[in-house]
């Protein structure tokens, strides 16, 4: 029984607050500035008088401006309100262009083969439009020869200088070297 009411507890704080739009009998406030669908207002009055106009046309009474004093509600069809509004997001997502970041691990005593094929596949990765992420690890006592590091990330970006620029120089953080690259504009 604790247990369950810890969970109820533990979930009731992590729940994500939506906002909400008040819409006819939830709008309690005393008076209210209306505004018709057309963009016409009726002044202020108060919200049992907008909800009678509201119903009188067969529309909705839509809070859309809570803060405001007083709050403006607006006679609208909410259905058609809430189409039109998912539709703009879908479209707003649409226009939105995703930029993964990827991320390419080297160590300093890495083979000249291993790392062509990691440039290879940094090379694919900014032709796609993609940022990647260059860290080069350190281990142990390697950490002693930082000079080693720059000069494995050095003949990195060497190799891929046709496909990416980097954002800025490479810098030690910690126990790494990162290097940002973007993808050279077409």
């Not at 810890?6 to 009998?25: A, T």
């Not at 009726?42 to 004093?69: C, F, H, R, W, Y």
């Not at 995703?98 to 300093?108: A, H, S, W």
Request: hydrophobic letters at 40%; proline letters at 4%.
């Amino acid at each position: 029984m604790a247990y369950a009411i810890r969970f109820l507890f533990s979930y009731h704080w992590r729940c994500v607050v939506i906002k909400e739009v008040q819409i006819n009998e939830q709008i309690r406030d005393k008076e209210i500035r209306v505004i018709l669908d057309g963009g016409e207002q009726l002044g202020i009055m108060s919200a049992k008088e907008a909800q009678l106009i509201a119903t009188q046309k067969n529309l909705d009474l839509v809070k859309i401006s809570p803060n405001a004093n007083p709050p403006v509600c607006k006679i609208m069809d909410f259905g058609k309100y809430k189409y039109e509004q998912s539709k703009k997001e879908k479209e707003s997502k649409k226009k939105q262009k995703v930029i993964n970041v990827k991320e390419i691990r080297l160590r300093p005593v890495i083979e000249e083969h291993d790392l062509t094929t990691k440039g290879n596949q940094a090379k694919k990765f900014l032709e796609k439009g993609d940022k990647v992420k260059v860290v080069v690890r350190f281990r142990g006592r390697e950490l002693g020869h930082k000079d080693i590091g720059f000069q494995v990330v050095n003949k990195f970006l060497e190799m891929i200088k046709d496909a990416g620029v980097p954002d800025k120089a490479p810098r030690l953080e910690g126990n790494n070297i990162v290097v940002i690259l973007d993808p050279k504009a077409k």
